[in-house]
Nanobody, 123 residues
Framework: QVQLIESGGGLVQAGGSLRLSCAAS????????MGWFRQAPGKEREFVAA????????YYADSVKGRFTISRDNAKNTVYLEMNSLKPEDTAIYYC????????????????WGQGTQVTVSS
């Protein structure tokens, strides 16, 4: 397992942008698929985006396609989530997750989770 620490959350106006980062411990970072999930107040946690260990394959929830971009830098053991054209409905705690299999990761089967970072989008 890896330890994950998210950063980059904050308050932004609708239409603005934020970049989340997730730093991972361990020497085998490139062997993990990585993903981002979010949980809004009163709602269940939902999948946002994921990518394979190589970064060559990416996956997105329909609600964020075209606005969010997931990427990784294996040399820095870090995964990013670039969020553009933010909407108030994007307000949530965003969690980073790591898993062995990208398909299972996308349904929330992760070996490791970060502590979360708050993103608030004002209208």
């Amino acid at each position: 397992q890896v330890q994950l620490i998210e950063s980059g959350g904050g308050l932004v106006q609708a239409g603005g942008s934020l970049r989340l980062s997730c730093a991972a411990s361990g020497r085998t970072f490139s062997g993990y698929s990585m993903g981002w999930f979010r949980q809004a107040p009163g709602k269940e946690r939902e999948f946002v985006a994921a990518l394979t260990g190589s970064g060559l394959s990416t996956y997105y929830a329909d609600s964020v396609k075209g606005r969010f971009t997931i990427s990784r830098d294996n040399a820095k053991n870090t995964v990013y989530l670039e969020m553009n054209s933010l909407k108030p409905e994007d307000t949530a705690i965003y969690y980073c997750a790591a898993g062995i299999d990208s398909q299972r990761l996308r349904v929330g089967e992760a070996g490791s989770w970060g502590q979360g970072t708050q993103v608030t989008v004002s209208s």
